[in-house]
């Protein structure tokens, strides 16, 4: 590296177009918006909230690999590696700082390897070693100073040693009359410790060296743990997601009818009510937690949304009709992307700390969730094909592989655990018996299309035809579509799932058909036409049965009024208990008259099962068509994470080389190009930080700009202080009224 490579700048400059295209792809955050020129790259890139961002994506080897360059800066490869117990010539170790240097944590200059100072900020302690201080004695004095320690004054360095390298010893200890209190007077005195306050004392960097070996971690990092656990065949792994995928896509649909029909009310609060929940769990007959997971998904892809037109109420979208006729492996492919992106975390619904979490209401929110089923997901692809790791050793990974977003997430204590996301990954088909699948690594690398065709042959084929038995059940020996599917919907009731579906017949379900005007020849002619059995004649008796009884009670506005040929079966309603809300009243010997309106009349004589229909005013049967609710999509905001590609690197490298041009093309000029807030920041306290002169703009009080040669001294609270022009006069500067920085040559 040639010796003008004074600073990260200087390093960017010397880079070729691909070197810096490829930059921007890794660390997209520096590229919005593009930077003017390689310089505010290289101020952009080492602002506090950047360095965290790409601090966030090293794995563990990388983060000891960047505390070894903060130690020892500036440092060899081969001081490196001493410090990370590693061989002077350890190749990845030479990958891993080559690769801290691509991304422009470190740079290289004359004396070695350099570490931007946020960085250093950022880290703090690396690994909990305390400050390198003056008056603390090296080399032979200090091991001659080590060799001389009794055993308490041993005891108190063994105990800082490997960090924290701050402890508690008040100067009443030290002083006092005691073992304790002669060690730590002898360890303060040698400079093996050093006092911080009246209650603490500090470990020098330099002694904890020493007492370390010369290695910065007691248990080296540079393998990721290997979790155990059983493998499975991934052909096993891809058929078990498989049949899960078309479990989904049937939950889907039940819920799509169900909602359809009978949509229900959206809390005052927003959000779906437990009652609803529970009533809608029964029906799929899963739980209430994966149900709450189904439909956040849902809801996350576009199937559900709410609907404001009269009654708030939870309901399909239009696009639901149009997303049912696709291919399955298509639906399926549409509800994983969408639980892999989405905002929701379904797993908060329940009784919590802070009351009640409802479904599908604000407080599921959790825009975390998506960065840690990425995460997870890709540790466990990281895994050979079929490995199932336990949810401890997975843990382990992900604390190798982002040690800095899990130490925050620990410290934060919120959100679901890799448990949650585990679970939620085989409900969607993309973990097989705790293994990734196939269509799971193509949905996190390539993308959904890519996915739905590796899902294709794994979805087991849906059937058009049931077995009707004597028992008045239907079976159906796998997922339904089609017009079988619309038939058995409407004249059964799903009894139980599992591989073989049984739907159950019953005067019910049959009235449903006949209140929608079918009769009970059409009724046996379209059971028979999707069974391969025939129809039972236990069946056929029920249902030309119920159709005999069907519509002898007939319901009419009054507010609304019963009447019936057989006269027994109105004195029976009239005396009912179960009715009396209805209040009825008998004008004629065929005729009953009640306040309340003809819907709620039908739907509690349904209710007790006396097979009523309604009539129009004419007289004749009013057919009930079926309800069939839907509504608009909502588009909710989401945040949106874009990267940068190839293509927009290139054009945003050539903006800079560009910028640079015009630059060197005034390489004297005292008027400093406009430069955005954080850059200016950064200029400012590198400037500092280094004793160096810089070129400002100033806008003073009737809006002019002056143009200053600047030092900065020190940069807080919104102030910059420094000197200005040769005489070194001193004055304070507001951050906001700078309209742009430039280097001093």
Same mark, same amino acid.
């Given at each position: 590296?040639?010796?003008?490579?004074?600073?990260?700048?200087?390093?960017?400059?010397?880079?070729?177009?691909?070197?810096?295209?490829?930059?921007?792809?890794?660390?997209?955050?520096?590229?919005?918006?593009?930077?003017?020129? +390689?310089?505010?790259?290289?101020?952009?890139?080492?602002?506090?909230?950047?360095?965290?961002?790409?601090?966030?994506?090293?794995?563990?080897?990388?983060?000891?690999?960047?505390?070894?360059?903060?130690?020892?800066?500036?440092?060899?490869?081969?001081?490196?590696?001493?410090?990370?117990?590693?061989?002077?010539?350890? =190749?990845?170790?030479?990958?891993?700082?080559?690769?801290?240097?691509?991304?422009?944590?470190?740079?290289? =200059?004359?004396?070695?390897?350099?570490?931007?100072?946020?960085?250093?900020?950022?880290?703090?302690?690396?690994?909990?070693?305390?400050?390198?201080?003056?008056?603390?004695?090296?080399?032979?004095?200090?091991?001659?100073?080590?060799?001389?320690?009794?055993?308490?004054?041993?005891?108190?360095?063994?105990?800082?040693?490997?960090?924290?390298?701050?402890?508690?010893?008040?100067?009443?200890?030290?002083?006092?009359?005691?073992?304790?209190?002669?060690?730590?007077?002898?360890?303060?005195?040698?400079?093996?410790?050093?006092?911080?306050?009246? =209650?603490?004392?500090?470990?020098?960097?330099?002694?904890?060296?020493?007492?370390?070996?010369?290695?910065?971690?007691?248990?080296?990092?540079? !393998?990721?743990?290997?979790?155990?656990?059983?493998?499975?065949?991934?052909?096993?792994?891809?058929?078990?997601?498989?049949?899960?995928?078309? @479990?989904?896509?049937?939950?889907?649909?039940?819920?799509?009818?169900?909602?359809?029909?009978?949509?229900?009310?959206?809390?005052?609060?927003?959000?779906?009510?437990?009652?609803?929940?529970?009533?809608?769990?029964?029906?799929?007959?899963?739980?209430?937690?994966?149900?709450?997971?189904?439909?956040?998904?849902?809801?996350?892809?576009?199937?559900?949304?709410?609907?404001?037109?009269?009654?708030?109420?939870?309901?399909?979208?239009?696009?639901?009709?149009?997303?049912?006729?696709?291919?399955?492996?298509?639906?399926?492919?549409?509800?994983?992307?969408?639980?892999?992106?989405?905002?929701?975390?379904?797993?908060?619904?329940?009784?919590?700390?802070?009351?009640? +979490?409802?479904?599908?209401?604000?407080?599921?929110?959790?825009?975390?969730?998506?960065?840690?089923?990425?995460?997870?997901?890709?540790?466990?692809?990281?895994?050979?094909?079929?490995?199932?790791?336990?949810?401890?050793?997975?843990?382990?990974?992900?604390?190798?592989?982002?040690?800095?977003?899990?130490?925050?997430?620990?410290?934060?204590?919120?959100?679901?655990?890799? @448990?949650?996301?585990?679970? @939620?990954?085989?409900?969607?088909?993309?973990?097989?018996?705790?293994?990734?699948?196939?269509?799971?690594? *193509?949905?996190?690398?390539?993308?959904?299309?890519?996915?739905?065709?590796?899902?294709?042959?794994?979805?087991?084929?849906?059937?058009?035809? +049931?077995?009707?038995?004597?028992?008045?059940?239907?079976?159906?020996?796998?997922?339904?579509?089609?017009?079988?599917?619309?038939?058995?919907?409407?004249?059964?009731?799903?009894?139980?799932?599992?591989?073989?579906?049984?739907?159950?017949?019953? !005067?019910?379900?049959?009235?449903?058909?006949?209140?929608?005007?079918?009769?009970?020849?059409?009724?046996?002619?379209?059971?028979?036409?999707?069974?391969?059995?025939?129809?039972?004649?236990?069946?056929?008796?029920?249902?030309?049965?119920?159709?005999?009884?069907?519509?002898?009670?007939?319901?009419?506005?009054?507010?609304?009024?019963?009447?019936?040929?057989?006269?027994?079966?109105?004195?029976?309603?009239?005396?009912?208990?179960?009715?009396?809300?209805?209040?009825?009243?008998?004008?004629?010997?065929?005729?009953?008259?009640?306040?309340?309106?003809?819907?709620?009349?039908?739907?509690?004589?349904?209710?007790?099962?006396?097979?009523?229909?309604?009539?129009?005013?004419?007289?004749?049967?009013?057919?009930?068509?079926?309800?069939?609710?839907?509504?608009?999509?909502?588009?909710?905001?989401?945040?949106?994470?874009?990267?940068?590609?190839?293509?927009?690197?290139?054009?945003?490298? *050539?903006?800079?080389?560009?910028?640079?041009?015009?630059?060197?093309?005034?390489?004297?000029?005292?008027?400093?190009?406009?430069?955005?807030?954080?850059?200016?920041?950064?200029?400012?306290? @590198?400037?500092?930080?280094?004793?160096?002169?810089?070129?400002?703009?100033?806008?003073?009080?009737?809006?002019?700009?002056?143009?200053?040669?600047?030092?900065?001294?020190?940069? !807080?609270?919104?102030?910059?202080?420094?000197?200005?022009?040769?005489?070194?006069?001193?004055?304070?500067?507001?951050?906001?009224?700078?309209?742009?920085?430039?280097?001093?040559?």
């Amino acid at each position: 590296m040639p010796s003008s490579t004074r600073s990260l700048a200087d390093d960017l400059r010397r880079r070729s177009d691909t070197e810096l295209a490829a930059l921007l792809v890794r660390r997209p955050d520096l590229a919005r918006p593009a930077p003017a020129d +390689v310089t505010t790259l290289a101020a952009r890139a080492t602002t506090r909230a950047s360095i965290q961002r790409v601090l966030d994506s090293l794995d563990l080897a990388h983060l000891h690999t960047l505390e070894a360059l903060v130690v020892a800066s500036p440092a060899s490869r081969a001081e490196v590696a001493r410090l990370l117990g590693e061989p002077p010539r350890s =190749s990845r170790v030479a990958g891993w700082v080559q690769d801290l240097a691509f991304l422009s944590l470190v740079w290289e =200059s004359d004396e070695g390897f350099r570490v931007a100072r946020t960085v250093a900020e950022v880290i703090g302690d690396p690994a909990g070693l305390g400050p390198a201080l003056p008056q603390t004695p090296t080399g032979p004095a200090l091991d001659a100073a080590l060799q001389g320690l009794d055993r308490h004054g041993r005891a108190v360095l063994d105990a800082l040693t490997w960090g924290p390298a701050t402890g508690v010893l008040s100067e009443s200890t030290s002083s006092g009359d005691t073992a304790v209190g002669a060690a730590a007077r002898s360890l303060i005195a040698h400079g093996l410790l050093h006092r911080v306050d009246e =209650s603490h004392v500090v470990l020098p960097r330099q002694v904890a060296l020493v007492l370390r070996h010369g290695v910065l971690h007691r248990d080296p990092a540079a !393998e990721p743990p290997r979790p155990r656990g059983p493998v499975v065949d991934p052909e096993v792994v891809d058929a078990t997601a498989g049949g899960r995928a078309a @479990e989904l896509l049937v939950l889907s649909a039940e819920v799509i009818d169900a909602w359809g029909a009978k949509p229900p009310k959206v809390l005052r609060a927003g959000g779906l009510a437990v009652r609803d929940l529970s009533r809608l769990a029964s029906r799929l007959e899963i739980g209430q937690p994966e149900t709450a997971w189904l439909l956040e998904v849902m809801h996350a892809a576009g199937l559900l949304a709410r609907d404001d037109t009269e009654d708030a109420t939870w309901m399909p979208t239009g696009e639901t009709d149009e997303w049912v006729d696709q291919d399955p492996h298509h639906r399926w492919a549409d509800l994983a992307h969408a639980w892999l992106t989405m905002t929701a975390a379904p797993s908060l619904v329940g009784q919590s700390e802070a009351g009640r +979490v409802n479904a599908l209401s604000l407080q599921t929110s959790w825009p975390a969730g998506r960065q840690r089923r990425r995460d997870v997901l890709t540790a466990v692809g990281t895994l050979p094909a079929g490995s199932a790791p336990g949810q401890d050793d997975l843990l382990d990974l992900l604390r190798w592989r982002h040690p800095v977003r899990m130490a925050r997430a620990s410290a934060a204590g919120s959100g679901p655990g890799i @448990e949650a996301v585990l679970r @939620e990954a085989e409900w969607a088909g993309v973990l097989g018996r705790g293994a990734l699948t196939a269509p799971g690594r *193509a949905l996190l690398e390539d993308g959904r299309d890519a996915a739905a065709s590796l899902m294709a042959p794994h979805i087991p084929a849906a059937v058009d035809h +049931v077995l009707l038995q004597a028992d008045l059940t239907a079976i159906a020996p796998g997922r339904l579509e089609g017009p079988a599917r619309a038939v058995m919907r409407l004249l059964s009731d799903v009894e139980s799932r599992g591989g073989a579906t049984v739907h159950r017949i019953t !005067e019910e379900t049959l009235r449903r058909a006949l209140d929608a005007g079918w009769s009970a020849d059409r009724v046996l002619s379209e059971i028979a036409s999707v069974s391969h059995t025939g129809v039972p004649q236990p069946l056929d008796y029920l249902v030309r049965d119920v159709a005999r009884r069907h519509g002898v009670a007939r319901v009419g506005a009054c507010a609304a009024y019963v009447r019936s040929d057989d006269e027994a079966l109105l004195d029976r309603v009239e005396a009912d208990r179960s009715l009396s809300l209805l209040q009825l009243r008998r004008i004629a010997p065929t005729v009953l008259v009640t306040p309340v309106p003809a819907a709620t009349v039908l739907d509690l004589l349904r209710e007790e099962q006396y097979g009523p229909v309604a009539e129009g005013v004419d007289g004749g049967i009013s057919l009930d068509p079926g309800r069939h609710h839907r509504t608009t999509r909502r588009d909710t905001p989401q945040v949106q994470v874009s990267g940068v590609d190839a293509d927009v690197a290139a054009r945003i490298v *050539a903006g800079m080389r560009h910028g640079d041009t015009v630059r060197d093309s005034h390489p004297d000029s005292e008027t400093p190009p406009a430069t955005e807030p954080v850059v200016t920041l950064a200029l400012l306290r @590198e400037a500092a930080a280094e004793g160096a002169a810089v070129w400002v703009g100033y806008v003073d009080d009737i809006g002019g700009v002056q143009h200053h040669l600047f030092r900065p001294e020190h940069v !807080e609270g919104g102030r910059v202080r420094g000197t200005t022009g040769d005489g070194d006069a001193p004055r304070t500067l507001l951050l906001h009224r700078i309209s742009g920085v430039r280097q001093a040559l």
